[in-house]
């Protein structure tokens, strides 16, 4: 078995290799963003095939495992998990992606000021995409919880610029199309914390053998608060009153 | 071999009946919507963790199949296919709670125009993940490529109601909280027309042995759109320009 033990090593390889490719994809791409690098913002864009790429490879490399070694027991089980790790990342590079192809856009027009709370959620996203990582190369299933239990973070921010965001729509049309944008910039970085805790899960499955079962509270609450337009700047239409914020999680 | 087909049986059975789920749950998330039907809405967030469940399930007689009947081949391909599938199916469960929950917000305040927009979204979404499944089980390349393709006309509706949404929230400040959560409902939902995609490209894989090559069309040009408030609307401070539309795809 000494040969299959090396398969694993180079599975686990793939998988940190393709975690150090997103993580550098959502540095890049918030660093485009606040530098309004276009340049920087297109080599994201241009990176993301190799992400897809590694997937494939670790896939096929499954693939050839499973019908050569056939394992049983915790080596299957831990190989299966490298092929959902790898989905997560794989999806991962698409929402970094999809911030540079915003950042590219927004960099049209003058900066918005709450894009200043950006670059602290790109932090959160990439340190736990890199503990759950390590988690699973480690099989620390301590560790995988507790990425599982951070993600919170990212959801308060998310939830409080999507506050921000709002508000400042409603103070300037001319800034919607912007903001609009930036909604969506904190929703693909709130959802590569969500992939992590995916990620955290499948850890915690195969170190333990059962799901985290403590249920982490969810930023939810957000979808049902209101945000009021700023006094005097709702012109007295009969349109629809004001609705509930649209922060919230999937 | 008997035996080891009619547990592929089961497993095909299984991703159907999945299939069928996530087909009801947008069906039901977006007549809650319309209808402003809050129970309807809490019903699709409550049956949520029911296809999550038929996921592990799908997960755990993947793992006893591999671990009993060490398939090999085509075999493995198609079991291994599965999971993926199971994986964007339960994703797009997801996404249709999340279009529910949202509902919920909506709800709270008058019905805004654009929303006439979201069933035809939500019947492309539906007919994607039907025909796509069944690509699956009759192992058709051609109908899953037919799929992949037809995602093009769920990316133009979701540009297109960005837009109207974008006008329409420049127009009247308090319709800005209600338009966000559609400009996230209708992101949700061509997510989902991206998932069917994903399981169009396994399928793809599975029955010809490679991905479909023709570049498929991305919707993404709107991302480079202009927006403008309508005449005399925009207040002339010195805030931000107008940036570009907050459509387009991941």
């Known amino acids: 078995m000494r040969h299959f033990t090396v398969e694993l090593e180079e599975l686990n390889q793939k998988l940190l290799q393709m975690g150090g490719l997103v993580e550098s994809a959502i540095h890049r791409s918030v660093r485009a963003l606040l530098e309004q690098d276009r340049e920087l913002a297109e080599e994201v864009i241009r990176d993301e095939p190799k992400i897809n790429k590694m997937e494939m490879e670790i896939d096929g490399l499954v693939t050839r495992l499973l019908a050569l070694r056939q394992p049983?027991?915790?080596?299957?089980?831990?190989?299966?998990?490298?092929?959902?790790?790898a989905s997560d990342i794989e999806r991962i590079g698409d929402l970094a992606a999809n911030v540079a192809k915003r950042a590219i856009a927004l960099n049209q027009s003058a900066p918005v000021r709450p894009v200043a709370a950006v670059p602290r959620m790109g932090k959160l996203a990439q340190q736990a995409i890199k503990d759950v990582i390590d988690a699973y190369v480690e099989q620390d299933a301590q560790k995988a919880i507790a990425v599982w239990?951070?993600?919170?973070?990212?959801?308060?921010?998310?939830?409080?610029?999507?506050?921000?965001?709002?508000?400042y729509m409603m103070e300037d049309p001319r800034s919607i199309s912007p903001c609009a944008h930036l909604l969506f910039i904190a929703k693909n970085i709130e959802r590569i914390g969500d992939h992590a805790t995916n990620i955290a899960e499948t850890v915690h499955f195969l170190v333990l053998g059962y799901r985290p079962t403590t249920a982490r509270p969810k930023g939810d609450t957000s979808s049902y608060e209101v945000v009021e337009p700023p006094e005097g700047e709702a012109p007295a239409t009969g349109k629809a009153p004001l609705g509930k914020s649209a922060a919230g999680q999937d």
């Open 72 to 85: 049983v027991a915790r080596d299957l089980r831990d190989i299966l998990a490298s092929i959902k790790i």
């Open 149 to 167: 239990q951070r993600d919170d973070d990212l959801d308060d921010l998310t939830s409080s610029l999507f506050r921000e965001l709002l508000t």
